[in-house]
């Protein structure tokens, strides 16, 4: 069986410090990997996502990066954290084409990131 | 721009009491609308709708789509202290962008 494994699922960091959360699945090959944001009262939002090693496609422009190193390993960055990246961070997964309409999302855990 | 709008935000129900979740939704080529539930952390998948008319059921939750009128509703009947969560609602479409998501509804339900 599939399993997405998410990790730190906490962390406070000071306002400059980089950062790095990582996602890793195991059970399938080839997923479409995605790192969305949840702030308060606002829902999900897409950050990146990737369909293949290498391959990211970033949906908004902020502070942030995201690399696929692995197959089934998918990295969110930052130089510098801002307060504004305060948050919880979801990373999922899901097979076949990013034509999302036939694809369900199964989640990580979250990382719950606090910027001071 | 796909466009996905919940109602209400919160909600706090007691016991029993049967609930309604409202989601309606802008989006070209609409294909598929999904109902998660998150409870503390990873939302976990609870529907997928791609028929008006047809419903979905799983135990004291249901959902149906209307295509025409662009929304879905999520039923829970007979609500439990666990059914507190946020339900979030998806849409997907034909093209190659991922799964829109609303800002959810917040379902308090007390005893």
């Known amino acids: 069986s599939q399993t997405i494994h998410q990790w730190p699922a906490t962390l406070v960091q000071p306002v400059g410090s980089p950062l790095s959360l990582e996602c890793t699945v195991e059970g399938t090959s080839n997923p479409n990997l995605y790192w969305y944001r949840q702030a308060a009262g606002r829902g999900l939002q897409l950050l990146f996502y990737s369909v293949g090693i290498g391959q990211i496609s970033s949906e908004v422009p902020q502070n942030l990066s995201a690399s696929r190193p692995q197959d089934r390993q998918f990295i969110l960055s930052s130089k510098k954290l801002l307060l504004s990246d305060s948050g919880f961070y979801l990373c999922?997964?899901?097979?076949?084409?990013?034509?999302?309409?036939?694809?369900?999302?199964?989640f990580g855990a979250g990382s719950r990131l606090t910027v001071l | 721009e796909d466009k996905v709008v919940q109602s209400p935000l919160s909600l706090v129900v007691h016991e029993g009491d049967t609930v309604t979740l409202n989601c309606s939704y802008e989006v070209t080529n609409f294909r598929s609308l999904l109902w998660y539930k998150q409870e503390k952390k990873a939302p976990t998948f609870l529907f997928m709708l791609?028929?008006?008319?047809i419903e979905k059921k799983s135990g004291r939750l249901s959902s149906i789509l209307d295509k025409k009128e662009l929304f879905s509703i999520l039923n829970i009947t007979a609500t439990q202290t666990g059914d507190s969560a946020v339900y979030l609602c998806a849409v997907g479409n034909s093209g190659n962008t991922p799964l829109v998501f609303g800002k959810g509804t917040r379902l308090s339900v007390i005893a």
């Open positions: 791609t028929s008006s008319g």
């Open positions: 999922a997964w899901s097979v076949g084409r990013v034509n999302s309409g036939a694809n369900v999302l199964t």
